[in-house]
């Protein structure tokens, strides 16, 4: 383990405070600390930010939530309200890990958690990701779990979280403090990058820039799905995944909100899938053409080409059930 110096700031701004050259937040560790031991990530100071209040779900004026990001993904799954009207967070966050890490993993942390690509906790494997400028492993490797949307010649890694595809389906808000003492207002459709020719950054955080919120909206009429494909039924990651919210009237899909797992760098959404359902009448035909704009531009990488054949049956029968 390389040596560390180690910070407990009594503040969100004493913690901002601390910024500086390989300086990491921490706070449940279910993923930097597994990095730290493979010695992928190698800070040299953690700031400790487990002990902050930050751990409240509150109701919000607009009649929708401000959850604290250290609010363990448990107790948001849990909480009365997000049951009741988040159905499709909570139904992710259950189906995300196992329950003692569920217990210690926080809604900011999950946010920002890193892929699971072989190559990227391998650091004797070239991974841009994790060495710019070394290559990418996994093009022309074993690549079953990875993207085929949004990828790059520098890179083809999974976003591998759950809670993210369904707080993007919910048109979530991102709050944080800069280390220059101000507030920022994400959307989570700009949170998250591309990986182009750094995928070694993953969002549009400044460095030293914390988490502190994460706001929903005021809950949408209708029914809500989560649905995982994975190899196991607990404690694996997804091969594909969909977050829908869908409303019906007369006859016809009213509003659409679908959001997607597995598929690529980040949690992926595309209007252009929704749109195309709104104002028809639910029939496999036009759920079809929907998975089918989708997954246009899907490239598989030899071990992972039935994902594009798995999104789209998953997505017809996500789609049937929320229009049942």
């Not at 993210?164 to 989570?188: E, F, K, N, W, Y």
């Not at 070694?200 to 809950?219: D, F, N, R, S, Y």
């Not at 929704?274 to 989708?294: T, V």
Request: neutral net charge.
């Amino acid at each position: 383990m390389k040596t560390f110096t180690y910070e407990k700031p009594a503040s969100v701004e004493e913690a901002v405070g601390f910024v500086g050259e390989g300086t990491r937040f921490i706070a449940g560790g279910t993923n930097l600390l597994d990095l730290m031991k493979l010695q992928v990530e190698t800070p040299d100071k953690l700031v400790d930010i487990s002990r902050l209040n930050l751990a409240k779900i509150e109701d919000t004026d607009a009649g929708g939530l401000l959850i604290g990001a250290l609010v363990p993904n448990s107790d948001l799954a849990a909480d009365t309200r997000v049951r009741e009207k988040y159905e499709v967070l909570s139904r992710a966050l259950l189906a995300g890990a196992s329950g003692q890490l569920r217990n210690k993993a926080t809604t900011g942390g999950n946010l920002l958690q890193r892929t699971r690509c072989y190559y990227f906790y391998d650091p004797a494997m070239p991974c841009n990701k994790r060495a710019p400028g070394s290559g990418c492993s996994a093009i022309g490797g074993y690549n079953r779990i990875l993207a085929i949307l949004g990828t790059s010649e520098s890179c083809i890694a999974t976003h591998p979280g759950d809670m993210p595809v369904a707080m993007r389906a919910l048109d979530a808000t991102i709050i944080t403090l800069t280390p220059g003492g101000d507030r920022r207002r994400i959307s989570i459709h700009d949170f998250y990058r591309l990986p182009g020719d750094t995928p070694e950054i993953e969002t549009v955080l400044e460095p030293g820039e914390l988490i502190t919120h994460v706001e929903l909206p005021a809950p949408v009429a209708g029914k809500q799905l989560y649905r995982k494909v994975r190899d196991r039924a607990s404690y694996a990651f997804a091969l594909v995944s969909v977050a829908g919210l869908v409303s019906i009237e007369n006859g016809t899909i009213a509003t659409a909100q679908l959001a997607f797992g597995g598929l690529g760098p980040m949690p992926w959404r595309d209007s252009r899938v929704e749109e195309s359902l709104i104002g028809k009448a639910p029939s496999d035909e036009i759920f079809a053409a929907a998975a089918d704009i989708l997954l246009a531009n899907a490239q598989g990488y030899g071990s992972n080409d039935f994902k594009i054949p798995l999104m789209k049956r998953t997505l017809i029968a996500c789609l049937r059930e929320l229009t049942a």
